[in-house]
Structure formats: structure tokens, C-alpha cells
């Protein structure tokens, strides 16, 4: 079975400094790894994602990640968040077996001060 | 505008009734998956559904049941509804795999009274 874990609930942060989002994830494949953003009232956006080759992986908004195999992480980061950042952010995994499934961490939100 | 579409936005139904919810997914994806996100419970995949055939099955109640149609949309019926149903209702697509990732709709809101 597959699991993902953001152990941060909330990470406040003023606007301007860097934050780190944290994702552990438990897997006895090989899988897939995503970021998704969820902003009030709205759907899930993709934020970035690893299949294969470089672990540095860059996204939307000025976003990257960094996969971490042998301690299976996949921690998001951002050099200078916004306001607009605000936002509910999901980890999640595709395990490479049939189910062709998302598996989803219980979220961070990122709630960013003036 | 994600290119998912899901209708109703809103719902609001009593105890004990069913109701059905849609998605018509982005042009071109054959694949359509459904989530439920609760507080509680987080974001719970339900079922995936491939070019009208089921794939898989995750948490999904045997109150509740999906269908994609020939033309790929797709509806989840949920009945007997209680009032732990109330949650997001996401329906995301993939091209095949998902290995480009998931396009989800901006859901449909379920509020059992």
C-alpha cells in the first residue's frame, strides 16, 4: 500500500521569505510524484510533477521540488512567496501498478503575511 | 477554466435521497476519476473509470455508484444520503495514464441537510 505524508497542517509565513513544504511518501513501487494547489472555492491546479530523470523539478509560479529517493521526499520549495500564494497545498503519488490512481497527503496550508 | 467540467457547482438534498452528479472531461482524455474531500477524510479517491470501463475502486460506498457513457462523461450517483456525505465532489481526467498529470473540475459541493 502507498501513503503520503505532510506532516506540516499550516505554515504561516511573511510575504517575500522562502518556505519549504514538506511531503514523505511510503511506497512499495515505484511511483509518480505531484504537487497540486487548491486555492478558496476551487479545483485542484497542478503545480509540478516528477516522472523520471533530474530530481530537481521546476513548476508554475515559481515553484520547484526536489525528489529525494533514498529518503522519499519530495519537498516543495519557493525562494520568495506572495500574498497570492495563499493557498491549500496536496502532495500526491501515482504508484506505478494498474490503478492508475492519485494517492493524496492531508494538505499544508500556506498562509502568507504582509 | 480547467477544460473539466463539473455540474451542479452546488447541492443541497435531505437525508435519505440521491441525487447525481457530472463531469464531461478535458477533450481528449479518456480517463475520469472521482474524489471525495472532506475535512475529516481528506481528498479519497473513489473510482476510475477508462474509456467507459471501470479500473479501479477506492473507497467508494456501495450507496454511491459511477458510470462513464459512450461519449466519456461521466456521472457519480450517490442515495441513501446521510448527513456524513456532505463534502467536495472532484472529478478529475487523464490522458491516459496520468503520467502528465490530472486535470480536475472545481467540484460539486454536496451539502446533506
Known amino acids: 500500500a502507498q501513503s503520503v505524508t505532510q506532516l506540516d497542517s499550516q505554515v504561516p509565513v511573511f510575504e517575500e521569505a522562502p518556505v519549504e513544504l514538506r511531503c514523505n511518501y511510503s511506497s512499495s513501487v515505484s511511483v509518480y510524484l505531484f504537487w497540486y494547489v487548491q486555492y478558496p472555492n476551487q479545483g485542484l491546479q497542478l503545480l509540478l510533477k516528477y516522472l523520471s530523470g533530474s530530481t530537481l523539478v521546476k513548476g508554475i509560479n515559481g515553484f520547484e521540488a526536489e525528489f529525494n529517493k533514498s529518503q522519499t521526499s519530495f519537498h516543495l520549495r519557493k525562494p520568495s512567496v506572495h500574498i497570492s500564494d495563499t493557498a491549500e497545498y496536496f502532495c500526491?503519488?501515482?504508484?506505478?501498478?494498474?490503478?492508475?490512481?492519485?494517492?493524496f497527503g492531508s494538505g499544508t496550508r500556506l498562509l502568507v503575511r504582509p | 477554466d480547467s477544460g473539466v467540467t463539473q455540474t451542479p457547482k452546488h447541492l443541497i438534498t435531505a437525508t435519505g435521497q440521491r441525487v447525481t452528479l457530472r463531469c464531461s472531461p478535458r477533450?481528449?482524455?479518456?480517463?475520469v476519476y472521482w474524489y471525495q474531500q472532506s475535512l475529516d477524510q481528506g481528498l479519497q479517491f473513489l473510482i476510475h473509470?477508462?474509456?467507459?470501463?471501470?479500473?479501479a475502486k477506492g473507497n467508494i460506498l456501495e450507496r454511491f455508484s459511477a458510470q462513464q457513457f459512450p461519449d466519456l462523461h461521466s456521472e457519480l450517483n450517490l442515495s441513501s444520503l446521510e448527513l456524513g456525505d456532505s463534502a467536495l465532489y472532484f472529478c478529475a481526467s487523464s490522458a491516459g495514464q496520468g503520467a502528465l498529470g490530472y486535470t480536475f473540475g472545481s467540484g460539486t459541493r454536496l451539502t446533506v441537510v
Open positions: 473509470y477508462y474509456n467507459g470501463e471501470e479500473r
Open positions: 477533450s481528449g482524455d479518456l480517463s
Open positions: 500526491a503519488v501515482r504508484p506505478l501498478d494498474s490503478s492508475y490512481k492519485l494517492i
